[in-house]
């Protein structure tokens, strides 16, 4: 029996409080930004704090409804902003090693869909399409719920599904996320880069490799993926050089995935990565100053 928040004494913070991190984590997944995901949670707790609760019998069930279509809302504005985006559109990271909540992540599947392999995959799908995707990929929900959730009939929502999965198939091959593999490419790719071997930095990446980099119009970086090993070396070897007397790496966990803290001059930026069959497959360097101050834990 769901407890009852309206009893005296009870405002309804305490239950909104115990699923505040599935809320976000909604959110994130769907919208790909820390703070946007922040934002739809305060609207929705301004529309629990004004709804007749004593009526709601599953208070996880209507707040995740309230938070995916207030989501929604956002994604369709979101999709257009991005076609004007300067340079690849990458999504912001977030500090999960703070504690910071972005739940649920207890199965393979639930890591995935938070990962910023992933979310940068999840742009490829139309809004309704990465809607039924997270729900049914992170959330397990069936069908009729998420056709409920999101006023689809059940078949429209099976049917988003499997071509949502279909786009993403070819690009969900390019990753994995065993993590003992992961956090020892990020070591020795720390090695190289700061021993400035552009060979041993070289040999680490898939031949394939693509980087992609998010600036934001705001600092220098490359205006189209850069793919190709030795390309993709090169650039990353120029840009530490060019700071070497002011650079510095930490490793820190993005996203629930070791990653890199790189200082370059005054600014840190964040360096993620797509590792598969022993290499890495793809870089996404965040650079952007306004999402890194926006992401879980404030990167600066």
């Known amino acids: 029996m769901p407890e009852d928040p ?10 909104f409080e115990q699923h505040r991190g599935m809320l976000v984590g909604v959110a994130y997944r769907l919208l790909g930004g820390f703070a946007d995901a922040e934002d739809v ?17 599953a208070p996880d069930r209507f707040l995740r ?7 929604l809302d956002r994604m369709r504005m979101a999709y257009r902003h991005r076609e004007a985006h300067v340079g690849p559109w990458l999504p912001e990271p977030v500090l999960t090693q703070e504690g910071q909540p972005l739940g649920p992540a207890e199965t393979a599947a639930q890591r995935e869909t938070l ?24 959330f397990d929900l069936p069908y009729e719920e998420i056709g409920e959730t999101l006023g689809l ?14 786009r993403l198939a070819d690009g969900r091959e390019r990753f994995t996320v065993d993590p003992g593999m992961h956090r020892d490419l990020v070591e020795r790719f720390l090695v190289a880069a700061r ?31 850069v793919s190709g090993a030795e390309r993709v070396a090169r650039l990353l070897i120029g840009t530490i050089a060019k700071h070497r007397s002011s650079v510095d790496f930490r ?3 993005f996203n629930g995935q070791a990653g890199l803290l790189i200082r370059l001059g005054s600014h840190w930026q964040v360096c993620s990565f797509e590792v598969a069959g022993g290499v890495i497959t793809g870089v996404q360097w965040m650079a952007d100053p306004d999402k890194l101050e926006r992401s879980g834990g404030g990167v600066r």
């Open 195 to 225: 021993t400035g071997e552009r060979s041993v930095l070289e040999g680490l990446l898939a031949r394939d490799v693509t980087l992609w980099s998010d600036g934001g119009g705001k600092v220098s970086t490359a205006l189209r993926p």
């Open 115 to 138: 990962s910023l392999a992933m979310l940068r995959l999840l742009e490829r799908l139309s809004v309704p399409e990465r809607a039924v995707f997270v729900l049914r990929e992170a």
């Open 65 to 71: 409804t309230v938070v995916s279509r207030l989501s």
């Open 6 to 15: 309206d009893r005296p004494g009870d405002d309804g913070a305490t239950v």
């Open 41 to 57: 949670v305060q609207e929705a707790w301004l529309r629990w704090s004004g709804v007749d609760r004593s009526a709601i019998e």
């Open 251 to 253: 490793i820190a966990e």
């Open 153 to 166: 009939s059940d078949a429209h929502a099976r049917q988003l599904y499997r071509r949502g999965s279909h």
